[in-house]
């Protein structure tokens, strides 16, 4: 008798493994780009916390602006990532610091 294959719990034993791997690595992958989301979102904001400053020097008698409003005066620059972040408001206090309204970051 020619014995020359595999059995079928050893192909299942593969299988599992393959799934396992593919989850793993699904899960990392996944994990990465909620990451780099973050990180994207965090750096557009910090680009709107200058645009705001330049803004609130330039228009003195104003404490708040919206991002909304630093793209369309073309203070910032729209990208496809932004649409978190336009509906936001930066306020500027007494002490020259500027807070993004709704999210508690505050500007460096």
């Known amino acids: 008798m020619n014995n020359k294959g595999f059995t079928l719990v050893e192909l299942l034993a593969v299988i599992v493994i393959l799934l396992g791997l593919a989850g793993i690595t699904i899960f990392g992958i996944t994990n990465?780009?909620?990451?780099?989301?973050?990180?994207?979102?965090?750096?557009?904001?910090?680009?709107?916390?200058?645009?705001?400053?330049?803004?609130?020097?330039?228009?003195?008698?104003?404490?708040?602006?919206?991002?909304?409003?630093?793209?369309?005066d073309g203070y910032f620059s729209s990208t496809s990532k932004t649409d978190k972040i336009e509906k936001l408001t930066l306020t500027i206090d007494n002490d020259k610091k500027i807070t993004i309204q709704g999210d508690s970051f505050q500007c460096q």
């Open 32 to 72: 990465i780009l909620e990451k780099q989301d973050e990180d994207i979102e965090k750096q557009q904001k910090e680009l709107a916390c200058g645009a705001a400053k330049i803004y609130f020097s330039l228009h003195e008698e104003d404490n708040t602006v919206g991002v909304d409003e630093l793209i369309s």
